[in-house]
T-cell receptor, first 116, second 107 residues
Framework: DTGVSQNPRHKITKRGQNVTFRCDPI?????LYWYRQTLGQGPEFLTY????????KSRLLSDRFSAERPKGSFSTLEIQRTEQGDSAMYLC??????????????FGPGTRLTVL | GQQLNQSPQSMFIQEGEDVSMNCTSS?????WLWYKQDPGEGPVLLIA?????ELTSNGRLTAQFGITRKDSFLNISASIPSDVGIYFC???????FGKGTRLHILP
């Protein structure tokens, strides 16, 4: 069991640049989630996939954000035209769906984004 | 929408002391999850609770799913230095997180 992995672990970018993060879930898990966490707060839900289908998106996910899970395995989260307010830790989690939204989720180590 | 209140916000304790923290929700939850997060890392699942009244242990950690389904608590017995970190409760129909309890252990 290799757990959930995320790359890169850290990303520093200039405002206006595009960034892309990758998440590799636990291999048998069919659900994949993206969260954003800012300092002093708990993780905030952004979006989730069941297999390759994106089933829900939070209102936090502006049109500059896009997520994909093309083959139902790894996922990417892209932020276009980054803003300083996008600076945060971006967390990925995966779960094995047994029914209902609150499947037990296992988190990756996160990607810390700093927008200068 | 659903809201979680987690308390206390932070705790300063002596090594060896027991710790108790809790979460309350504005609505009924069908799942409660407790996570620990170390600096620069993702949350690690400690305990998952699925039934009202359920009491589950994981080593020195014990968590309970409140009978009203609107609260949960986490206890840590005989704290040790590696217990330092932020503890989050999470749950709900669409999982939401509390703001965390920061545990500090005094030397």
């Amino acid at each position: 069991d290799t757990g959930v992995s995320q790359n890169p672990r850290h990303k520093i970018t200039k405002r206006g640049q595009n960034v892309t993060f990758r998440c590799d879930p636990i291999s048998e898990h069919n659900r994949l989630y993206w969260y954003r966490q800012t300092l002093g707060q708990g993780p905030e839900f952004l979006t989730y996939f069941q297999n390759e289908a994106q089933l829900e998106k939070s209102r936090l996910l502006s049109d500059r954000f896009s997520a994909e899970r093309p083959k139902g395995s790894f996922s990417t989260l892209e932020i276009q035209r980054t803003e300083q307010g996008d600076s945060a830790m971006y967390l990925c989690a995966s779960s094995l769906a047994t029914g209902g939204f609150t499947d037990t989720q296992y988190f990756g180590p996160g990607t810390r984004l700093t927008v200068l | 929408g659903q809201q979680l209140n987690q308390s206390p916000q932070s705790m300063f304790i002596q090594e060896g002391e027991d710790v108790s923290m809790n979460c309350t929700s504005s609505s009924i939850f069908n799942t409660w999850l407790w996570y620990k997060q170390d600096p620069g890392e993702g949350p690690v699942l400690l305990i998952a609770l699925y039934k009202a009244g359920e009491l589950t242990s994981n080593g020195r950690l014990t968590a309970q799913f409140g009978i009203t389904r609107k609260d949960s608590f986490l206890n840590i017995s005989a704290s040790i230095p590696s217990d330092v970190g932020i503890y989050f409760c999470a749950g709900g129909n669409k999982i939401i997180f509390g703001k965390g309890t920061r545990l500090h252990i005094l030397p």
